[in-house]
């Protein structure tokens, strides 16, 4: 053997010996090392909202009902905003284990989006799920159980659904009242989402921004409008550069109150069962909260000075159909057995 071919034939062995001794902890053969983290009573918990929004709140009340049923045994230490980064980075944190997020709040469409399974999404249809009620109903479902059973697969365990409320549309041009009114309007969305794709489908100009930029780029004039639950559009003052909201609800956000499978597996039984039982019973409180939000956010939406107005959804969701047929071959047999399922509400 010539002198290179030894020196090459060393090196495979060498990173293949690194490589074997790092299975046991790693994402694929040559893929980041796991890190993880021993559990210490303490979780590290990510809400990419505000302090005021029914999330945030939802998840300090976890916090408080987790100390008291555990007598103090276990804690939550709640973080609000862009702390981590975006709910995309947050989601990819837990899925490669890097330890710093144990328990999230992030939306099921993102989920569509980052993890192998793509019906997590279907929730976000446009005008697929219409009302409060039908959402709630369908977070509890046995069908959204069964999508959401091979996440422990990459790290994520959801433990109950909190409600992220419906999207509207605002703008600094004209009130939405039909969707030609869409036509030439740069609306900013979440990269890579349903309803970017919805939204570039009826005519609109849609482009994705970090929320983060959000404020400052509607400041600037580079977008004429976004589109948020009235939620989101007050609590983070989105109203102060747009005149119009339309109350569009184009999209429902199902939000995904999700614990890494790393943590999960080392909590006993009795603690896994104080921590479902905080997060449902938080989950209850923030979905309430949400819905009676919506309303009053919308009224003072009104006093900042916004024009608000109701379009006709029955046209919209005809303008949509084509988009939701078309798209449904990405879920297989999934999407008919959401509509399914619907169908017997």
């Not at 990269?191 to 929320?211: R, Y």
């Not at 004429?224 to 747009?242: F, K, V």
């Not at 069962?273 to 938080?282: D, G, K, L, T």
Request: glycine share 8%; aromatic share 10%.
């Amino acid at each position: 053997m010539s002198k290179w071919k030894k020196i090459i034939a060393g090196c495979i062995i060498c990173l293949l010996v690194i490589g074997i001794a790092g299975c046991g902890n790693s994402i694929g053969f040559f893929g980041e090392k796991r890190k993880g983290r021993e559990f210490d009573g303490t979780f590290h918990l990510f809400v990419t909202m505000g302090d005021d929004d029914p999330r945030s709140v939802g998840a300090r009340e976890f916090a408080r009902l987790l100390e008291q049923y555990s007598k103090g045994a276990l804690r939550c230490e709640v973080n609000t905003g862009i702390v981590l980064g975006s709910d995309a980075d947050l989601i990819k944190k837990m899925k490669r284990d890097t330890g710093e997020v144990d328990i999230f709040v992030v939306s099921g469409a993102y989920f569509g989006e980052y993890t192998k399974i793509p019906e997590l999404e279907i929730s976000a249809m446009p005008y697929l799920i219409t009302d409060f009620d039908t959402a709630w109903a369908y977070a509890k479902s046995e069908l959204l159980a069964e999508f959401e059973q091979k996440l422990p697969e990459e790290n994520m365990r959801v433990l109950t659904h909190f409600c992220g409320g419906f999207r509207c549309m605002t703008n600094s041009k004209r009130p939405i009242v039909t969707p030609d009114d869409l036509q030439g309007l740069v609306i900013r969305t979440p990269a890579g989402s349903l309803v970017m794709d919805v939204l570039f489908e009826m005519g609109a100009k849609a482009m994705p921004l970090s929320f983060a930029e959000l404020n400052d780029a509607l400041a600037k004039g580079y977008y004429d409008g976004q589109e948020n639950p009235p939620s989101i559009i007050y609590y983070n003052g989105l109203y102060e550069h747009q005149k119009y909201l339309s109350l569009t609800n184009h999209s429902y956000m199902i939000q995904n109150f999700t614990i890494a499978e790393s943590i999960w597996r080392q909590l006993s039984e009795q603690e896994k069962e104080i921590v479902s039982r905080a997060a449902e019973e938080a989950a209850e409180g923030e979905r309430l909260a949400m819905r009676e939000q919506t309303t009053q956010c919308i009224e003072l939406l009104k006093e900042e000075g916004m024009e608000v107005n109701t379009p006709d959804l029955a046209l919209f969701t005809q303008a949509t159909e084509d988009f939701r047929q078309k798209k449904s071959e990405k879920y297989k047999d999934a999407y008919a057995r959401v509509k399914e399922w619907l169908g017997k509400r």
